[in-house]
């Protein structure tokens, strides 16, 4: 992490989320916060020329909201565009009508308060359903505040934006951000955007990520500290923004802005030269995929194809699951955009944290990371199931596809999620749909259950893909978005090591490829170690690529197993990272500072 430097105020400095990796100085500007205001109504006629002032103005939203979807450039994925879908869908809900309705009718109160009152119900009902930790829930709360937001502004006419654009390239500091407004802003001197509300997966930062914007999310306390005019510098590449930044804080971030623009024009000119150690071993360095519109980036960044798509975010990011032809559409996209490299497509990992609003009464409310989730949750709703498995057999035809089963802990699973696989391709070719000859079917190892059983497990799958992430959570018992046990998640712990260990020999004696992905594949201390215990394929987010490329062509595969079997014998997680720690600074100082 590149923190800003010491001469930079504290105070000046505020971190969120980065969505993108760009460094933008401009000016800001923050919008009117539009206050709702509350007031009694006289009698019946006031009331009901309220009611049809809320009519007129839901109307709108309803129109602005497809106008929005539809101005979107072509580029952008369809399951994108239904992020307008989710607040339509909100705006039609019955409930939503009766109840603001009902309050001016009946409350004798405005039409501002009347919505307040009704979406502050909806914000609860969502808000106390689950954890109120995970980002998905905070996400949906965000989405009703900002509707809150637009219905504000429907009601009272205002507008938080100039129609003209600005004259000068202007970073946008908000509490929430509409994606109406994102694709109404001007494109041309729009910088960036930070907002107080929001995450990585809320919709205004999928739809600026889709549109490359560079954002920084849930930046608290912001917006009264910003001023309309004042320099700003973003930096979504860290997380952070900077008010007010001196001379010498901007000479700094303009030299880092050129650094960046020269480190990536460098990434894409070394970004497809095969890692290869320097004594002739391969190894497939291949890119994790959440977003469809991340697959340009995946290619240009050098990726060898898709070691692991998730899939889940086409559920999340909706109130309503996505049918097949939607599904279908962006499973096709990525293969074709990747072909001939390899896409592998793990079915639906729900559960945990990851529940769709269409499917919350579906999942416990307790103890979600060890209840109903991924394949467990898939062989228990098979309707939910087939949907996505004809979207993923339909578009096998484009390109060069794997399915992978997550959270796999026997063999019935196994069986059973294959024989749906089977019985799906079946079916579609009796509708005469085509489906590839022959898909590869393999499962996550990513529970402790599934390490013991891997050499049985073999026989059944054409691959295995190490999840490092869940590995440590259930072989360390220990939840890893806990603050409280933060310290305890470790990657090198010798359990880790040990149970990695086994599953790449089994791969190796059975002759079952296996890939590792998660955090460890992306980590140069660790990334080190898995090519030494004979990993030969790693799947790490897209910006990770070049670096982790870049350590494998300056190493020998010699030094590499040396190292691995000294970490294999250490007896601490803080013994293994040393042996680790001190072999980069020595061999590779700038790759571990990078």
């Not at 929005?68 to 072509?74: I, N």
């Not at 949906?140 to 809150?148: E, G, P, T, V």
């Not at 001023?227 to 900077?242: F, Q, Y």
């Not at 309503?320 to 639906?348: C, H, K, M, N, Q």
């Amino acid at each position: 992490m590149i923190l800003p430097p010491p001469f930079v105020p504290a105070d000046s400095v505020f971190r969120g989320v980065g969505v993108g990796s760009a460094v933008v100085l401009g000016q800001a500007y923050v919008p009117v916060t539009l206050k709702t205001e509350r007031r009694r109504l006289a009698d019946i006629r006031a009331a009901e020329a309220e009611a049809e002032r809320f009519l007129a103005a839901k109307a709108k939203l309803e129109a602005d909201f497809r106008e929005a979807r539809d101005r979107l450039p072509t580029e952008v994925d369809p399951l994108d565009r239904e992020i307008f879908d989710v607040y339509l869908s909100v705006l039609r809900e019955p409930g939503l009508l009766k109840g603001v309705l009902d309050l001016i009718l009946d409350g004798r109160i405005n039409a501002e308060a009347a919505v307040s009152d009704i979406l502050f119900r909806y914000r609860e009902a969502v808000t106390s359903r689950l954890d109120p930790r995970a980002d998905y829930l905070k996400d949906r709360a965000d989405d009703l505040d900002q509707l809150l937001e637009a219905f504000t502004a429907a009601l009272t006419g205002r507008e938080r934006f100039p129609r003209g654009g600005f004259s000068e390239l202007t970073v946008i500091i908000v509490r929430n951000l509409t994606p109406v407004e994102l694709t109404a802003l001007p494109r041309h001197s729009l910088g960036g955007i930070v907002a107080e509300s929001g995450s990585a997966t809320s919709h205004t930062a999928l739809l600026a990520q889709a549109l490359e914007i560079p954002a920084v999310m849930g930046v608290s306390g912001i917006v009264s500290r910003a001023a309309s005019g004042r320099r700003v510098i973003l930096d979504s590449a860290e997380g952070h923004v900077i008010l007010g930044p001196d001379r010498d804080a901007v000479g700094f971030y303009r030299v880092r802005a050129a650094s960046l623009a020269a480190r990536h024009r460098e990434i894409v000119r070394m970004a497809h030269i095969p890692a290869q150690t320097l004594d002739g071993a391969e190894v497939e360095v291949c890119g994790n995929l959440q977003l469809v519109d991340e697959i340009p980036a995946i290619m240009s960044y050098g990726g060898d194809g898709v070691g692991l798509y998730r899939t889940e975010m086409s559920y999340l990011s909706r109130r309503t699951l996505p049918g097949e032809e939607d599904l279908f559409g962006s499973y096709r996209r990525v293969l074709e955009a990747a072909r001939p490299r390899p896409v592998t497509i793990r079915t639906l990992d729900l559960g945990a944290d990851k529940i769709p609003q269409g499917l919350g009464s579906a999942f416990s409310t307790e103890n979600q990371a060890l209840g109903l989730r991924a394949i467990r949750f898939c062989l228990k709703h098979p309707d939910v199931f087939r949907v996505q498995l004809r979207a993923i057999l339909r578009a096998s035809v484009f390109g060069n596809m794997r399915v992978m089963i997550p959270m796999v802990s026997g063999m019935e699973e196994v069986e059973a999620a294959k024989a749906m696989i089977d019985e799906t391709a079946r079916e579609l070719r009796a509708e005469g749909k085509e489906v590839a000859g022959r898909i590869p079917v393999g499962i996550m190892v990513e529970v402790p259950a599934a390490v013991c059983l891997a050499a049985e497990l073999s026989a059944k799958c054409d691959f295995f893909s190490i999840g490092t992430n869940d590995l440590i959570q259930y072989s360390l018992a220990l939840d890893r978005t806990n603050p409280e046990v933060t310290d305890l998640y470790q990657p090198l712990h010798p359990s880790i090591l040990r149970m990695i260990k086994t599953v790449l020999d089994v791969g190796r004696k059975t002759g079952t490829p296996v890939s590792v992905c998660g955090g460890m594949a992306a980590d140069p201390l660790s990334s080190a170690l898995l090519v030494g215990m004979g990993a030969r394929m790693l799947s790490l987010p897209y910006f990770d690529i070049p670096r982790i490329k870049r350590l494998i062509r300056m190493s020998f595969l010699s030094d590499l197993k040396r190292l691995a079997l000294e970490a294999l014998s250490a007896s601490t997680s803080a013994e293994a990272d040393r042996t680790v720690r001190s072999w980069l600074l020595k061999k590779h100082p700038d790759l571990l500072a990078a």
